[in-house]
């Protein structure tokens, strides 16, 4: 959402900036990063901490961030919802087992940056009112389409994206997550969902310049949403298209960050209530950044009773092959699946999820019927309010000709998991 991005904590930095800008602070602060791995590195994610560069006032100064000559885009983000920012964020690459030092300085000019995330949502007050930006949304048990008689959101919910994938979770009640296969690096239109007249529309089943919605959905949670499983039992978050009254309470969503490196989308479910005997709480934050075909989503889960297990679902309505699972990594573990499972079986996809490997206590299947159906589980030990994180991939032929093929796939899994698992040294220097 574009008009997001002059409004956040974003920081956004321009090739060539340093040149034109003038320094509010003369000093400047070596950061010393360092490859603890044996392997290059692209668009590796690095997070410093406000406190980590002790930083006693910035409010009206933006971070210019250069490596030798050239400026990193990077982004101040507000991690704790205090109103204040907390992070400082950028992504960066390295050769195996590299050390470099950036500068740290503060200029009193916001620049701008070609963006490559985004967080959108729209939604519109009655059915004859247009869809408006927003940044946030509250819906109750009773405000699901069926009740209301329409679809209140823009493409059924949030929807967010980087250079090489997009995604969409459905907010309304049914808290799936789908795919949007993407054809080119840009930013897809802030039209997508809506038509000419503000109205909502499904307009994204159709093949466009920037690529489309390639998943089929259905009863399952799609790809990266989430049940609990407890003595066979599924639990599903929310409901289906087809029920008019939600088992959670209140829904709270909230667009955290969007910036040039990372967008950041909050959900906040209340008085989740699978059955009579069983009512939780949870707190999700998904998170995207450039450079990889997935996100990263984080679930805690309160109110256990100490039989659940967290499944992860990895949808497989158009899949006929057998799922697979890669194990060569200290960390993590790979479920994955390779087939023509887009629409109509129309193109090669390739979905996994990248799990951690001490909480993974192995996988199941959904059953044929019920309203939780037509998908692969994995199944995560959780502990009562303890976060949990695990990432979402989906790798289309039309984003790169070469997922056609099992092997290429695979090699990418692999690597992107080697690179998530690899672990970066931050030193920070004394100002100057």
């Known amino acids: 959402m574009k008009k997001l991005i002059n ?3 974003v920081i956004i930095i321009v090739t060539g900036f340093l040149a034109s800008c003038k320094t509010e602070k003369q000093e400047q602060t070596p950061i010393a990063l360092t490859n603890g791995s044996g392997i290059k590195l692209t668009d590796k994610a690095v997070s410093i901490k406000r406190n980590q560069l002790k930083i006693t006032d910035s409010n009206n100064t933006y971070p210019l961030l250069v490596s030798g ?8 983000n507000d991690t704790d919802g205090d109103g204040h920012w907390d992070e400082l964020f950028f992504v960066a690459n390295f050769s195996s087992n590299e050390k470099k030092t950036m500068q740290l300085k503060w200029v009193s000019t916001q620049p701008n940056y070609v963006v490559r995330t ?4 729209g939604k519109r007050s009655a059915i004859d009112s ?6 946030e949304e509250v819906l109750t048990s009773n405000e699901l389409p069926k009740s209301l008689g329409y679809q209140r959101y823009q493409t059924d919910g949030p929807s967010w994206e980087n250079d090489k994938v997009g995604f969409r979770h459905y907010l309304d009640g049914r808290n799936a997550k789908d795919l949007f296969g993407k054809k080119i690096s840009d930013i897809s239109p802030e039209t997508v969902g809506i038509n000419s007249k503000g109205e909502v529309e499904d307009n994204y089943h159709v093949m466009e310049s920037w690529g489309r919605d390639i998943l089929a959905v ?21 409901v289906t298209v087809n029920d008019s009254i939600n088992n959670i309470e209140k829904t709270t969503f909230k667009i955290e960050a969007e910036g040039a490196v990372k967008s950041v989308l909050i959900y906040d479910y209340q008085n989740w ?10 707190k999700e934050k998904t998170t995207i950044w450039p450079g990889m075909y997935g996100y990263k989503n984080t679930v805690a889960v309160s109110g256990l009773q100490g039989d659940e297990n967290l499944a992860v679902g990895l949808v497989n309505i158009h899949n006929d092959n057998p799922l697979s699972v890669i194990d060569e990594n200290e960390k993590f573990i790979v479920l994955y699946t390779h087939d023509k499972q887009t629409y109509d079986k129309g193109w090669w996809l390739g979905m996994a999820l990248i799990l951690p490997k001490d909480s993974y206590v192995g996988y199941t299947e959904a059953p044929e019927t019920g309203n939780l159906t037509n998908t692969f589980l994995a199944k995560l030990k959780i502990t009562d309010n303890e976060p949990i994180s695990y990432y979402a991939v989906g790798c289309w032929e039309l984003s790169d000709a070469n997922f056609i093929d099992k092997t290429y796939f695979e090699t990418y899994l692999k690597q992107l998991t080697n690179q998530l698992s690899a672990e970066i040294k931050i030193e920070i220097g004394t100002s100057n």
């Open 7 to 9: 409004r956040s904590l």
């Open 69 to 76: 000559t050239d400026t990193i885009p990077s982004q101040l």
């Open 118 to 121: 985004s967080a959108r949502f």
């Open 130 to 135: 247009p869809v408006k930006p927003a940044t």
């Open 218 to 238: 259905g009863n399952s949670v799609g790809l990266g949403g989430y049940a609990l499983i407890s003595n066979n039992e599924l639990m599903r978050l929310g």
């Open 273 to 282: 209530k699978p059955n009579n005997n069983r009512t939780y709480a949870v």
